[in-house]
């Protein structure tokens, strides 16, 4: 079974220090997405990229936030300047082309802890 | 913006009981999906749900879409202490103009099951 794989899988950084959180997607997806949860709480949106493009961000997904698939693999989120209320669990998801017959594939996620 | 709620926020229950969650969607959906998220885990797709009125089984599983679309329901009959988790319901808004809407998820039923 393909699987989406996130690294690290566990992250601590300083208040506003940058982080970069990375995915490696499901190879022939098209649909890449980070969504993020707060422990124990539900899982929230945060942005979709499609064609090398955002497709839609929420609001949590401000100017500290930023998105990229560099190398046609790996599919980055970095956080430019962490607050205490980014310590989540953040999952990266994909999507193949079947989009509506199929679920997205979550990776196991990487928990942020902001100190 | 399209909102999902989801009751009962817990449950709890003995080993051999049934157990139901429910979810509403203020907007008519596209189809609704259900994930299942264990303890320390990440979501796990289980199902996509896109007619209205669409049942679909899964073993001791029962998903249900409503005739209007905006609301589902899952149940799961006799459950076993392997069902313990959180059951998410995402859905995709029917107008969302462009490829697709995003998956919103709601809050999610965190089930636990005693021997």
């Known amino acids: 079974e393909p699987e989406v794989t996130q690294t690290p899988s566990h992250q601590v950084t300083q208040m506003g220090q940058e982080v970069i959180l990375r995915c490696v997607p499901i190879?022939?997806?098209?649909?890449f997405y980070w969504y993020r949860q707060i422990l124990g709480q539900k899982v929230e949106f945060l942005v979709s990229?499609?064609?090398?493009?955002?497709?839609?961000k929420s609001e949590i997904f401000d100017d500290q936030f930023s998105v990229e698939r560099p190398d046609g693999s790996n599919f980055t989120l970095k956080i430019r300047s962490t607050k205490l209320e980014d310590s989540a669990m953040y999952f990266c998801a994909s999507l193949g082309a079947l989009v509506r017959t199929k679920g997205y594939t979550f990776g196991s996620g990487t928990r942020l802890t902001v100190v | 913006g399209q909102q999902v709620m989801q009751i009962p926020q817990y449950q709890h229950v003995q080993e051999g009981e049934d157990f139901t969650t429910y979810c509403n969607s203020s907007t008519t959906l596209s189809n609704i999906q259900w994930y299942k998220q264990r303890p320390g885990g990440h979501p796990v797709f289980l199902i996509q749900l896109v007619k209205s009125g669409e049942v679909k089984k899964q073993k001791r599983l029962t998903f249900q879409f409503g005739e209007a679309k905006k609301n589902s329901s899952l149940h799961i009959t006799a459950t076993q202490t392997t069902d313990v988790g959180t059951y998410f319901c995402a859905g995709r808004e029917s107008n969302y103009g462009g490829s697709q809407g995003n998956l919103i998820f709601g809050k999610g039923t965190k089930l636990s099951v005693k021997p």
């Open positions: 990229f499609y064609n090398n493009e955002i497709s839609e």
């Open positions: 190879s022939n997806h098209l649909y």
